[in-house]
């Protein structure tokens, strides 16, 4: 007994050294550096880019490496940049709320009502299929639907709901909030079914026991536990239809402007320093309403739990 | 309406499709009394829980609260109160705020309610806690928040689901202590199911054993100790033999069984299959020559004066006194 334990005693120093440890501060590096390296060079690197150019000097022929203001100088006192950035403002906010209804009920629906795990799965999966096709194919899909003799207006006038196929179906701003909802209610989905998957149906329980109706239950116990999903989709929702200019162009037929709109205008015709002070700006306004996000939901703390 | 029974389940049956949960189960609880609802898990008795609670919808039959009947109500208007296994706090809400919630949903203002609760987390000792988060909070803790979120609907029949399950085994003692001293106190009837026969022994005035979606027995814990109906029920609730004799089978306390077989007494031969020392007593474990596991429980004293081994042919005998005829079904 004794030998044997001298014995293992013995091998375990040689087996420790068969495999040299590497320090761990080379092993951290090792894990975070790739990603630190990709976010670097497509990240931080071109917006740094932006930032210079966007101080630059411009003519209708090049460049000129400058320090000015008056790209920003510009910017900010065009009515231009007001008239864009409140109709970008103005379809964010509405393309916010309904995903938030949309997406809030779906998710609901998908975690709580359904109690077959396939089925769930299988629902969740209609949901996501769609976007394994381009953002830009299933805007112009709507096109044909919703045009003045598209599918939508003649089966209206097919079931003698109206006479005269509706105008306001495409290029308007109600095809282009069409359009986004339909793009982007998966992203208010997937984050808030994600909080309600963690509420333990017991709490719904108990606030039946309590004496809480459906509509308090859901105010008082699955709104507020499920804050970080609506928090997270709606900061996805927001930033993406900011950061948009495709579907403002196809589906509004030219009527609506949006920031980034704006912007493709003005690479179009090769003004870059423009155009960067232009995105910098987009880049700053974002940043800001999201932080504001981020303050009213502490996402960072919610998720580590 | 007058009556002398707090809960009253008349043929109370739960089917989830074609499986049945509880079938047609009958029972009376007396006013203001600890029942206990016992028996192994898959019995039925969480099931009998929630219909009463009515977090379940009754399938058959009918369940009266003090003479009315409640089948049909929601829980708030049944005048009951659960209190969950997994205790159910609000994670997102305080002690204060998760013992006030009923209040506030009933549209109590803000200062009375908080009063209220604080009034409620002080009876089970929490009142300087009232700022914490849930997840601040031990087990023990979180339980006793939960019973004062429960307490505070000034329910008649407070439900009680596995409370103890949680808890390690010094802080189940304690606790059950307290609980029934909330429930003399209070002088309203508890329902606390539970599948430990200690537990349920150390607290019910009325012990319920189910099996199978039947109530098999149900009477004070001592009635059910002393005269259990049925092999099953005496196995169940422990420190019992069922021996098989020439006219059926019998039941006798394990302590009332002494090794050997000395003059007049009923025994039966047996091997010895185990040996434990308990401290006071020594547990001898047998198999019978007819095929019964049993054992006795000797006091120490009397082992060692005659003591035997595992794998030694002895006999198990008992006085015919101490031997209780059980029916012959299940």
Known sequence: ??????????????????????????????????????????????TFLFLIVSFFDYDRTGIYPAFMLDNYHDL?????????????????????????????????????????????????????????TSGIIRT?????????????NQMLIEFRFTEHPLEFLLFSDFSVIISYVNLFT???????????????????????????????????????????????????????????????????????????????????????????????????????????????????????? | MDTNYDVELAKVTKRYGNTVAVDGISLRIPKASYCCLLGPSGCGKTSTLR?????????????????????DLPPIERGTAMMFQSYALFPHLNCLDNVAFSLKMRGMGKAERHARAKEFLALVHMQDYAMRLPSQLSGGQQQRVALARALITKPRVLLLDEPLSALDPFLRIK??????????????????????????????DLMVVMEDGH?????????????????????FIGNHNVITVPDGKIAVRADKCRIGAPGAESSVQGRVTAVEYQGTMVRVALMTDPGDEASALVPDAEFYAQPVEP????????????????????
């Open chain 1, 1 to 46: 007994m004794q030998q044997a334990i001298g014995a293992t005693n013995k091998a375990w120093p040689s087996m420790r050294w068969s495999r040299p440890r590497l320090p761990l501060w080379v092993v951290s590096w090792l894990q975070a550096g790739p990603l630190a390296l990709v976010l670097f060079v497509l990240f931080a690197l071109p």
């Open chain 2, 51 to 71: 219909m009463i609670a009515g977090h379940e919808v009754i399938s058959d039959g009918d369940i009266l609260i003090q003479g009315q009947n409640v089948s």
């Open chain 2, 215 to 235: 109530i098999r027995q149900a009477g004070p814990p001592r009635e059910v100790f002393e005269r259990p109906v049925s092999p099953f029920i005496a196995r």
């Open chain 2, 311 to 330: 794998g030694q042919v002895t006999a198990v005998s008992w006085s015919p006194r101490d031997a209780h005829p059980l029916s012959a079904a299940a």
């Open chain 1, 186 to 305: 998966l992203l208010m989905i997937g984050p808030i079914a994600n909080s309600m998957a963690k509420i333990d149906p017991a709490l719904l329980e108990a606030a039946r026991d309590a004496g809480a109706s459906r509509w308090r239950t859901m105010v008082d116990v699955v709104i507020p536990l499920s804050k970080t999903g609506i928090a997270l989709g709606s900061i996805l929702v927001f930033t993406q239809v900011m950061g948009d200019f495709f579907v403002v162009k196809a589906m509004s037929g030219g009527q609506s402007a949006s920031v980034v709109s704006a912007l493709s205008v003005e690479i179009q015709a090769m003004q870059y320093p423009p155009a960067a002070a232009n995105s910098m700006v987009l880049v700053v306004f974002t940043a800001i309403m999201v932080a504001g996000m981020m303050k009213v939901v502490d996402v960072r703390k919610e998720l580590v739990k």
């Open chain 2, 175 to 204: 606790v059950r202590e307290e609980l029934k001293r909330l429930q003399r106190e209070l002088g309203i009837t508890f329902i606390h199911v539970t599948h430990s026969q200690d537990e349920a022994m150390a607290m019910a």
């Open chain 1, 76 to 132: 900010v006192n065009s009515p231009a940049t007001i008239r864009v950035y409140l109709s970008s403002l103005k379809f964010a906010f509405i393309v916010w709320a309904v995903t938030l209804v949309v997406g809030f009920c779906v998710a609901w629906f998908l975690i709580h009502h359904v109690r077959s795990g396939t089925i769930r799965t299988v629902l969740f999966l209609l949901c996501a299929i769609p976007f394994w």
């Open chain 1, 140 to 152: 112009i899909a709507w096109i044909p639907f919703l045009g003045r003799n598209g599918a939508f």
